[in-house]
C-alpha cells in the first residue's frame, strides 16, 4: 500500500476535490480513510496541510449536515 502517510495526504487531496466538484458524501468518507490512516500510524495532520482539510470538512459538512457528515466520516473511519 506504500507508506501511510503519503496515502492519507493523497486521500484527504482528493477529499478537497471531491468536496469542490460537490461529491460532498465521498469527500466525508475519504476524510475519514485518512483519519483512519493517520491514526493507524501515530501520524497526525502537518499544520500545513490542515487548512485545505478544514476546507474540504467545512464544505461537506455544510452540504451533508453535522449528523450526515458524521456518518460518512465514521464509515470512511471504520471500513
Known amino acids: 500500500m506504500g507508506d501511510p502517510r503519503s496515502v492519507a495526504l493523497a486521500?484527504?487531496?482528493l477529499a478537497g476535490?471531491?468536496?469542490l466538484a460537490g461529491e460532498h458524501l465521498r469527500a466525508a468518507t475519504l476524510l475519514g480513510n485518512a483519519a483512519a490512516l493517520r491514526?493507524?500510524?501515530g501520524a497526525p495532520l502537518p499544520p500545513g496541510e490542515r487548512g485545505d482539510v478544514d476546507r474540504a470538512t467545512a464544505k461537506a459538512r455544510s452540504a451533508l449536515g453535522e449528523r450526515g457528515f458524521a456518518a460518512a466520516f465514521a464509515a470512511g473511519r471504520n471500513g
Do not use: I, T
Request: negative net charge.
Open 11 to 13: 486521500l484527504e487531496g
Open 17 to 19: 476535490a471531491c468536496a
Open 39 to 41: 491514526a493507524s500510524v
